[in-house]
């Protein structure tokens, strides 16, 4: 029995020094990011239970230079579809509503609402048009009805980008729809369903809905661009837009709640849970991704949107989770090559002292420049405070890349003109005296919105 004691003492012992060891190389990376201005947030790593790395990186205020640390509360952005994708599936399991349920069933004149089902809302398979990127919707001055009025007006009236269920195509209406659907049949506010039925359970204190609004010493600024010593403050979406798409806050710690409910089946028996993890289309399940990673399947969400920018990550085998809270919308380092270089380390495939991103930085300038007719297009051209386009190649076509990395491909339509798939507008790019193009014009709901190149 003693002998027993030792080798479960000796094995626990282990455990513990090399968990020690990993932590201390995956610190020695996170501060490799954040002392070249690529992170600024909070990161929580956690495997087999056993938290590996919960800190905070850079500054959540730079003007007080507030520190951020693991209760910093930063928006969530579209990682609000994780908790509005637990809600649907916990009215779906009391049978209160159902996945196959189509759209016509709670708002009857709701357009093409008898082809597009609740999972189609989900997995952002229903061809919806998106109002998020709708410039002219989103410009508060201009529109003085209210947020859902004006929504629900634009969305009836433009056509569906393609048929319900036969392709991927991001779209925050999708999960706008699911939030009025679950108003509908919770019978309650989203916010007063998402405290009784997960924020409670979860013991998730610092976690909400109006984060405009909200009051705490912990709340992040957000931040468009860091750079050393120069930054520049956000404009925060009004609640009433992001609503039940983009807009929960919360802090890496929390999320790690979360994680560990889900994980447990506290939330929802397993059968249920797992319909949240089954891919539709392009490797797009409800709220989550499903991709390989280090040769490992994970579960995966990004999310960027004005100030904030997120990754959570999963590997469900290994119970290894991943969350990244970031108060900078532009970081120059994408998430989701930091989490690669981290998962490397927790896999033993990297050593920590490498420098990971001068490799980085060294693969891009080796990158041969990409020849197209489109070239002189490509590049960041800001048409509002709050909208931008960075334009890039994707194989052959031309793609517009929103702020929350939402892609758009512009078909073209003639010299220099481009239409932007499934969106009622016409993209004209301008050339100066030099035949450079560093200016655009967005041609859409019958007003003609500059765009200026800045990068």
């Given at each position: ?28 990376m ?11 947030g ?17 500054y ?11 209760n ?21 399991s009391?049978?209160?509503?159902g ?26 398979s229903?061809?919806?048009y ?7 919707l989103?410009r ?31 779209c ?17 506010d ?10 409670k359970?979860c013991?998730?204190?610092?976690t ?11 709340k ?9 010593d120069?930054?520049?403050?956000a ?14 806050y ?11 409910s ?62 990244f809270?970031?108060?900078?919308k ?22 920590s ?8 930085e ?6 041969p ?6 070239k ?5 051209f800001q ?13 052959d076509?031309?793609?517009g ?14 010299p ?19 035949g ?7 041609h859409?709901?019958?007003?003609d919105?500059p ?5």
């Open positions: 029995m003693r002998c027993l004691l030792f080798i479960s003492f000796f094995l626990f012992t282990s455990y513990e020094s090399g968990a020690q060891s990993l932590q201390s190389r995956l610190e020695k996170m501060e490799t990011y954040a002392g070249n201005n690529d992170f600024n909070s990161v929580l790593i956690a495997k087999k239970r056993v938290v590996l790395l919960s800190k905070g990186y850079g959540s205020d730079y003007e007080t230079k507030s520190p951020n640390n693991e910093t509360i930063f928006q969530l952005g579209t990682l609000t579809e994780l908790f509005t994708t637990q809600l649907v599936l916990s009215l779906d009391k049978a209160a509503m996945l196959e349920d189509k759209v016509d069933k709670y708002f009857p004149d709701f357009p093409n609402g008898n082809q597009i089902t609740v999972k189609n809302l989900l997995t952002h229903s061809g919806l998106d109002y998020s990127i709708d410039t002219v989103l508060p001055k201009k529109n003085f009805k209210p947020a859902r009025v004006a929504i629900m007006e634009s969305v009836q009236n433009k056509p569906l980008c393609f048929y319900p269920g036969s392709k991927y195509g991001y925050a209406t999708d999960y706008y729809m699911a939030g009025l659907i679950i108003e509908k049949v919770g019978r309650w989203y916010d007063d369903l998402l405290k009784e039925r997960i924020l359970s013991k998730m204190y610092r909400g809905t109006d984060f405009p609004s909200l009051s705490d010493n912990n992040a600024t957000g931040y468009e661009h860091i750079f050393a120069t930054w520049q403050k404009e925060i979406p009004d609640t009433g837009y992001s609503f039940t798409s983009y807009g929960l919360s802090t890496t710690a929390d999320m790690y709640k979360f994680y560990q889900l994980s447990t089946h506290k939330l929802l028996p397993q059968d249920w849970q797992d319909l949240a993890y089954t891919p539709l289309k392009d490797q797009y399940a409800a709220g989550w991704k499903v991709e390989r990673i280090n040769g490992k399947q994970f579960l995966t969400h990004e999310s960027n949107t004005p100030g904030f920018s997120g990754y959570v990550l999963w590997q469900k085998q290994d119970d290894l989770f991943i969350v809270l970031q108060n900078n532009t970081p120059r380092m994408p998430l989701p090559v930091i989490a690669s270089g981290l998962i490397k380390c927790i896999y033993g495939t990297v050593e002292k490498k420098p990971v991103v001068q490799q980085i060294k693969s891009k300038v080796e990158e420049e990409p020849v197209s007719p489109f002189k297009y490509l590049g960041k048409f509002t405070e709050t909208f931008s386009l960075n334009f890039v190649l994707r194989g076509e031309l793609i890349v929103s702020a929350d990395l939402k892609e758009i491909r512009m078909i073209p339509e003639g220099d003109t481009f239409r932007p798939d499934g969106i009622a507008a016409v993209l004209q790019f301008v050339k100066d005296n030099n450079r193009v560093n200016k655009a014009i967005l859409q709901g019958g007003e919105v765009g200026k190149r800045v990068k």
